[in-house]
């Protein structure tokens, strides 16, 4: 079985994760809010409560991301 990468809980407000590869991350309850996450690959991602506020997302792959109770005001989706 493959590992993933696990982020729960983190603190990555206003950090710049654009180009990044993590595919079925668990961001689960994770502060993201503001982060710059242009053309990266989150297929799969599991952003249960998080905030992600004013987050850009532009050109991202989000296909598949759970988004279930995410805080998303703000935040461009636009691929």
Do not use: C, P, Q, W
Request: charged letters at 25%; aromatic letters at 6%.
């Amino acid at each position: 079985k493959k590992a993933k990468t696990i982020f729960s809980g983190a603190r990555l407000a206003e950090t710049n994760l654009s180009g990044a590869r993590a595919r079925d991350a668990d961001f689960s309850d994770a502060d993201l809010r503001g982060v710059i996450v242009k053309d990266a690959d989150f297929t799969g991602v599991n952003f249960t409560g998080a905030n992600l506020s004013s987050a850009d997302f532009t050109g991202s792959n989000l296909r598949n991301a759970n988004m279930k109770s995410t805080i998303i005001a703000g935040a461009v989706l636009d691929h």
